[in-house]
């Protein structure tokens, strides 16, 4: 009964070499760097009114031909198309609904808050797609996604911090559904519908730079001073004046697992806005750190295969020289 | 290949049309399911995208599937040749358990018609543990035919039929033992990317060797259970002393398995969570528990010839992996405050069709082919 | 009249407009009482109160367009003519007095000497170069106001004007951006003379006409003053925004905006927030009691027309008329989500039943399984 400890110990050494450097998988993790042309969006919760124009309009414009909730029957439409069709009031973001606006009222504190895809800028679901469906664009860091390649898995959904992704769970031939930042308007020169019919100036688009160069000034600004908030684009002309409002001084998306493209600023603490606490460092370098430490160029696994490869054709001799001889 | 032989007798038993029946019902939800959408027969949501199918039928399936992994290991790679005789039957478990897992991916993944972009170079993504857990798995299924054609070989040509394979077999079982380690480590490793989502109880940069130490021991256990089994349902004699001496391996790779499971915990100071309420508390302690009892029961040398205990104790241990994994992947993944996930009726009937199709194969197989080992001469 | 026995003969000195039965005053009354969200049979009461005295009431005029009056005179239940020779007895008007110059003021001066009088204040009071703005009879308005407030029982300011300023007081780029003539509101104007009546304001350009009634029959009824807000407005027509109960509200909430004037979404009636609406930081019930009495959406916004919020101090003539408002507070609708959405997911009684079965039968299997083998290798022993 020598196997016990002994066989032990040599099968840890045998198999664990592929293991024996994960304790500190982080290590090995690069930093990854959002495109110097990336775009975004900031959302400043105390000019957002509720409205939910953002949300009609994304609905409206995704569901045209190129946009991120089109279909070719028209189901996920804004306007009623057929008898099946219901009153569309959801509770969080679906594979209908790429952008919400949520409330939080209590303790006499009141905010509204706007969920959709943050576009990190080292997204989980990027690194977590098998087969490359989910890609972060190389020139705006827009996080995209490509049906075609998709398998289903769904892996995106269980990697994103921010629960972004949706899936057709009701469809026999489903996709994933998630805001792609309109690049389909972006690229025939208009803006992210959500920011262009905000009527407040709360979601306005723009280069991430110049969006995080306003959102910290913002941040500096005299609480009850008068600002004039840039509506639409964040150099846009049309500006609406307001009484600025006590900010928490935080703004969402800046360092949240590895920064995000969508920046947020609110008057109430971003947790009580159902906003996930999150470390600097992002989950898929975690991941992908472990990764990279055991398969780096697949040394370990080829050296492991060789010892295995060995052991096993020794094991087996008898076997063979049986037959053989 | 003499010390195997098939058991022969009638195919279509008693057992045989339970599992013929429960198939039958999860065939029928499984058409559903294509007909209608997963959400047709799943619980499963937006906020618990992985459900039962990929847990039990992938993540556990494969973990049980592991006794061809360990024994190879214990024979081939440490070179005890005396458990030869057990390598066939535990192999046949994981062509199964194996085969079962990817046609369960099949199943439970949205576009399936796209499952082949799995296996193509150009849509590859590095980056992704899945990339890496599925084409293991594909992998690992082909070199686990190829590992078990001997037993069809022999079948048709005698002993003899299967000296070409037998050649380059070591080569199989390199990989055979290679392709298990990177996976079922990678199991563990596909939650680290889900961060805060999975409680601090199970989060940790560890998984990955949790995962490896506690699907190798599944294997063994899995292996001693099986014979016991296959024992009692084809009124075979037991294979006690062997199978004991194969025990001693389990609490050894469990002692292992808590102190770096612990060793984490208090390293990592999230012990608090294990009094926090609700059931990931509860199951935190199943999970402990059920690791726990394989060892205290196995520990004892004399307890290690007693077949009933070993028997239970081997139960205890599959059972102690197959919680851990669910607390993994269920029990303990929380996305967001307000959702819930627990299986649907004819999810949990689809994943029961599929365990009965592997009862099945298992009863053709081996009653058609060489895979048990020849009754042990007492 | 079809029932000229019950009428209620309440014989003034002047002669009547028109003819009122005691069952229409009746209504009239609980309407008021309606308005002021008082139980309907105070009607009843109110009634009693208005037939055994007839309010006194002196009409102070300052730098005023008469709009308020005019609006007053639209007003169907009572008509103006009822109003003011039933309910109230309007004892100088500068815009409705029979007689005129020094008869006029002499009259004036014998209701101030008489008390026991209410103050209607319209329009704006100029401060500036000591109130010589805005002069009758070679006295400053300011001063005529002063006068008629200190022996008044209480002051109601009619219209925007008399409320904070109005029209008036807003500023030019001109004048340094100030007021030119320096106008402000009753209140201020009495406070700069150290006149210390209680005042109600209730603004509007023009207010409307039942919320002045109201807040006339209420202080006949009971005695006092309706309960105000900080800017002295009665809480039953100024305790909401006006986008609160606004018709278009569902729009609003449901993102729909018509961008300008005569486009689809205008014409499909969607909210006009973007057109510049100030309903959002407006605090009157136009939403809910519209005017003149012609049925429905008779108020800016249900004709199309942003509200510019005329009866909210620094917005009324003061914030561009097409620039979006600046909301006070957004009261969320019922139908926004929570920051967590609520309970989401799915567990199922038959999925719980049969996973419940499904375990028992695993972990009882395990167990009879090793009992059995134990109880073979006892056999095999």
Redesign the interface.
Known sequence: MSINRRDFLKLTAASGILLASDVKPGQAATGKEMPPQAVGFLYDATLCIGCKSCMYNCKKYNTMPGGALYTEDGRNMNEWNGPEQIWDAPRDLTAKTLNIIKAYAEEGEQSFIKRHCMHCVDPGCVSACPVSAMQKDGKTGIVTYDADKCIGCRYCQVACPFNVPKFEWEEAFPQLRKCELCRHRLAEGDIPACCEFCPTGASIFGPVEELRKEAEMRLRLRTGSEYEYPVGTVDGAFKLPKKVDQYVNHIHGLEEVGGCQYLMLASVPFDKLGMPTLPKKSYASTSEGIQHVLYNKMIAPIVVFGVLAGAAFRSTKSERGERDE | MSESKPLGGKIFTRAFAVAFLFALIGGWFLIQRFAQGLGAVSNMSDGFPWGLWITYDVVIGTALGCGGFAMAILVYILNKGEYHPLVRSALLTSVFGYSLAAFSVFIDIGRYWNFHHVLLPQYWNFSSVLLEVALCIALYVAVLWIEFSPAFLEKGGGPQASKGVNRIMFIFIAFGVLLPTMHQSSLGTLMVISGYKLSPLWQTPFLPLLFLISAVAMGFALTVFESFVSSLAFGRPLETKMIGKLAGVIPGLLIAFLVVRWGDLAFRGAFGAAFGGGWPMIMFWVENILFILPVVMLLPRPNREKAGTLCLAAFWMVMAGAVYRFNVFLVGFSPAPGWSYFPAAPEIFVTLGIVSVEVMGYLIFVRALPVLPEPERA | MKCGECREVDVGTTSRAGNLSRRDFIKICSAAAVYMGLPAAMGAKIAQAATARRLPVIWVSGQECTGCTESLLRTDHPDFAHLILDLISLEYSETLNAGAGEQAEAALQASVKAGGYVMVAEGSFPLKDGGIYCKVGGRTIVDIAAEVASSAAAVIGIGSCASWGGMPSATAVDMGGKSPTGAVGIAEALESKGVKTPVVNIPGCPPNGYNFLSTVLYFVTFGKLPEVDDKARPKFAYGRLIHENCERRPH??????AEQFGDDGHRQGY?L??LGCKG?ETFNNCSTLTYNDVGASAWPVGMGAPCFGCSEADVGFTAPLH??A??I??T??A??????????????T??????GA?IGA??GA??V?????????EE?S
Do not use: M, N, W
């Open positions: 609003f909430d449901a993102g729909r905006f909210c927030y973007k959002p620039s979006p600046r909301p507070y957004v969320p609708p139908l926004f989500t929570g920051v967590d959405g609520g309970p989401k997911g799915k567990a199922t038959g999925g719980a039943l049969v996973g499904v695993v972990v395990g167990i399984t090793a009992k059995k083998t134990g109880k073979k290798a095999e």
